[in-house]
């Protein structure tokens, strides 16, 4: 579709050259005043529109004189629907001495590439539903990478952690795509082969991490099992430090030995681990001052935990949280940790600049990448970190205006879109909107139930404590 014609108020123009000193996620509006939209094929830019992308002005009034002339055109009629904001831009953008114009937003407006990361006992098949929501939101020129660990199913679980993080370096870098840059999603364990990648490799570099319910602080206790296997599961727990288990290499070992953190035997751990506690650099006098930087260059790192997950053991480890030394019943949250204190991995200095987010979902550990998790893990918690950020980017995505051009959608942080629903037909329009509608209202009732939970958890907690 294509517009008629586009109305800027020059006002409008005016507040956008602040986008170099103000919020970079601050989008010029779209305008309230437009012509019936053409159902017809969107034509080729004409001669003078392009003419503007390419002869703008370079900088200064004279950058800003193109801006304003682009803006009475467009006003005028004399230069229609997208060209006339490619016309707009180009000027501003030459008067923010942004080089490249019209050019150079839509080309930093354009999403990253996304590399998916399957779990334990998986593979990149059952990623597929994931891969599906992130192309959607990508649109059109959209690049996803869903690996596959080694052979997925059997190498997820019998290789070791080293192993598995270097097969996915080399299909990151393997992948002329994202040479400049990409986001990556880790479900479960294969959140920790993401987080592995940035602290270890970040070359290609990372913006935004996603963690999907992985246990960051490691796992310890058998998900989900009666109480007699749990007891039978202490008493082998030493056996998974042993070097035949550990081993880094080749032949097969145990995936989930690598991050086992048993909260009895933490001095085992430190010296036998031979992943997680590298990773958490959590080996006095070894420990990797580069992993802290590599992760809090990180853009936006995310953690989704549940409320209701069975599998990670314990299931704050999914937020950085774990058992107390010798408890298998208090937790000690991130923020009391030296992990957090010390600052060991970086994590303090992505939260001082605000880059580092916490979401909770109400999700049981598989339902995160099928049908079960669109909402709640996909729409509130990740797809709006996956946008690009900055003012050139920003006026990228006002140029892809009504014709769909930007990444990430309408997201509007509560599981939903604003206006209509995009995609569907406006015949469907209507039942579609009533339909996300309804699922926004069970998204919202899953998140009250996962807070009263969390309270529920709490209170357990500090009752502990006081008996303690």
Known sequence: ?????????????????????????????????????????????????????????????????????????????????RGGRIAVAGGLLAALGLGGGA????????????????????????????????????????????VEIGNGVVDSI????DWQLQELAAAIRADPALAEGFNM?????????????????????????????????????????????????????????????QERAPPE??????YWRDPMRLDTYRSNSAFLADLNNEVPGRRNESYATNLASLDAFVLVSSTIDSIIVPRESQWFGFFAPNSTSRIVPLRRSPLWTEDWIGLRRLDAARRLHFASCACHHPEGPS????????????????????????????????????????DDGAGGWRGAVPGVPGAHAAAASAAHAAAKARAAAADAHARAAAAERRARELAAEARA
């Not at 999907?212 to 796992?219: D, K, L, R, S, T």
């Not at 070992?253 to 690598?258: H, I, K, L, T």
Request: charged fraction near 15%.
């Open 185 to 245: 999603i880790g479900y479960s364990q294969g959140a920790l082969l993401a987080r592995g990648y940035v602290q270890r490799y970040n070359l290609p570099r990372v913006s935004t991490l996603v963690s999907w319910v992985g246990p960051q602080a490691g796992q310890f206790g058998v998900p989900a099992w009666d109480e007699m296997i749990g007891h039978i599961n202490k008493i082998t727990s030493a056996m998974w430090y042993t070097p035949a288990i």
């Open 371 to 410: 049908q079960g998790g669109p909402l709640q893990v996909w729409d509130r918690a990740t797809r709006r970190h996956l946008q690009r950020r900055g003012p050139l980017a920003a006026v990228g995505r006002w140029l892809g205006g009504a014709t769909g051009g930007a990444a990430g959608g309408g």
């Open 1 to 81: 579709m294509e517009l008629a014609s586009s109305r800027l108020p020059i006002s409008q123009l005016l507040l956008a050259i602040s986008l170099s000193t103000t919020d970079s996620s601050w989008v010029p509006p779209l305008p309230t005043r437009t012509a019936v939209v053409s159902h017809r094929r969107c034509a080729a830019p004409a001669a003078a529109d392009s003419g503007n992308i390419s002869s703008a002005p370079r900088g200064g009034l004279r950058g800003l004189g193109g801006a304003l002339r682009g803006a009475a055109r467009s006003r005028s009629g004399a230069t229609s629907g």
């Open 158 to 161: 019998a290789r070791p952690m």
């Open 103 to 146: 050019v150079a937003a839509r080309r930093a407006s354009r999403p990253l590439p996304v590399v998916l990361v399957h779990g334990i006992l998986d593979c990149s098949e059952n990623m597929y539903q994931v891969e599906a929501w992130v192309r959607a939101s990508l649109g059109r020129g959209g690049h996803v990478l869903n």
């Open 253 to 258: 070992r145990v995936s989930f030995a690598n």
